[in-house]
């Protein structure tokens, strides 16, 4: 990146890091809404699969959770800085502003999507017993819902980066493996909501 990722800020320009901090931001927004998008799709799948009513309306209580709480956190990344501007500008200590604590809302954001991912683990587990499959295949359907458990884990191993990110000076250098991370956990999402079409 020609801003800076993965090097040393005191090597930056001033202008550099200013940039670094709105492709910051510009990804924040896109990870939130890539990860609800994800999610989203992966229920619509479970809608799609499972006829019982009850248990349909328990997928589509957890949409409305995902969809609710995506928004929220995209609204709360719009806000979170008074000016907005104060995110790429604050830094500087010369531009009047305050920001909210970015480090809890990363956090609390992780923490809403491990437990939305393992209760999309859990959900249907629950069922798959009740379908009139053959065994081998049942086991099959079993594992292709189970690779969630690697997506759950690779979460999980972001929130060492990020908490790296809530207590550096250094950003540009220490970000990179947040960055990494949360890519691996956006692909690996795409790969588990396309499993089961791709087996099709």
Known sequence: MDY?????????QPHDITSFLKIMFVLQLFYILDLAVIKASILYLY????????FRTVLWVTQIFNILLGFAYV???LVQC?????YWNGWDGEHT?????????????????IGLDVWMLILPLTQLYKLKLPRKKKIGV?????????????SIVRIKSLLIFATTFN??????????WSYVELC????????PAARQ
Request: net charge positive; hydrophobic share 50%; charged share 10%.
């Open 4 to 12: 800076g990722l993965g090097r040393d800020i005191w090597t930056l």
């Open 47 to 54: 809608l799609r699969v499972f006829s019982i009513r009850k």
């Open 75 to 77: 609204l709360l990344s």
């Open 82 to 86: 008074q000016p907005l501007q104060h």
């Open 97 to 113: 502003g305050k920001c909210a604590d970015l480090n809890t809302i990363g956090l609390t954001h992780v923490g809403f999507n």
């Open 142 to 154: 079993m594992a292709m819902f189970s690779v969630g458990i690697f997506l759950t884990s690779v």
């Open 171 to 180: 950003i540009t250098a220490e970000t990179l493996w947040g960055i990494i």
């Open 188 to 195: 690996v999402g795409i790969f588990v909501a396309c499993m």
